[in-house]
T-cell receptor
Framework: EDKVVQSPLSLVVHEGDTVTLNCSYE??????LLWYKQEKKAPTFLFML????IEKKSGRLSSILDKKELFSILNITATQTGDSAVYLC?????????????FGRGTQLTVWP | DTGVSQDPRHKITKRGQNVTFRCDPI?????LYWYRQTLGQGPEFLTY????????KSRLLSDRFSAERPKGSFSTLEIQRTEQGDSAMYLC?????????????FGPGTRLTVL
């Protein structure tokens, strides 16, 4: 059965700290891995990682994909209170289920001032 | 606003009633997805369309659920004879569906409460 597991489930830090969020997966016919940020509304897209793009960076956020060990990490440096959200990891399979995303439960990040 | 839109944003209904939700994708996107999210969980896939064709349905989508995308633009998700277990956030997403990789963009969701 396909699985996407995120850890930790929740994390509380102070402004300025650096955090690392983890996502491991067991999915047949892997195609891509996506990170989303969800505040009290719909998920907003952060990164997509594929075989041809295993590292992404945008400002204080960065992510890598290890296709051999089947995991990804999302790093946030110099955290701010506005980073408080649930971070979702999702994996897309190829083949007949192309486009369908399998999500983890998310990591609830709380950044205190 | 050129993002994905959903209507209504909130729906409260009594058990046994039928409800219908609407999703308008980003205009040039030909793929449209429906997901369901309950508290503390990630979104779960329900179904998706390529233009007007419904290409896949999850086992989560019981016979009481039906989705349509008649002209390949907006989509509707109907739940008949609602049950309390149907209470959730229903999310719609869209993507280009062309080229190699396409990220999905989500709408604000419809929060359904079944009393």
């Amino acid at each position: 059965e396909d699985k996407v597991v995120q850890s930790p489930l929740s994390l509380v830090v102070h402004e300025g700290d650096t955090v690392t969020l983890n996502c491991s997966y067991e999915v047949t016919n892997f195609r891509s891995l996506l990170w989303y940020k969800q505040e009290k509304k719909a998920p907003t897209f952060l990164f997509m990682l594929t075989s041809s793009g295993i590292e992404k960076k945008s400002g204080r956020l960065s992510s890598i994909l290890d296709k051999k060990e089947l995991f990804s990490i999302l790093n946030i440096t110099a955290t701010q209170t506005g980073d408080s959200a649930v971070y979702l990891c999702a994996v897309e399979r190829g083949g007949s289920t192309l486009g369908r995303l399998y999500f983890g439960r998310g990591t609830q990040l709380t950044v205190w001032p | 606003d050129t993002g994905v839109s959903q209507d209504p944003r909130h729906k409260i209904t009594k058990r046994g009633q039928n409800v219908t939700f609407r999703c308008d994708p980003i205009s040039e996107h030909n793929r449209l997805y429906w997901y369901r999210q309950t508290l503390g969980q990630g979104p779960e896939f329900l179904t998706y369309f390529q233009n007007e064709a419904q290409l896949e349905k999850s086992r989560l989508l019981s016979d009481r659920f039906s989705a349509e995308r008649p002209k390949g633009s907006f989509s509707t998700l109907e739940i008949q004879r609602t049950e309390q277990g149907d209470s959730a956030m229903y999310l719609c997403a869209s993507s280009l569906g062309q080229g190699t990789y396409n990220e999905q963009f989500f709408g604000p969701g419809t929060r359904l409460t079944v009393l």
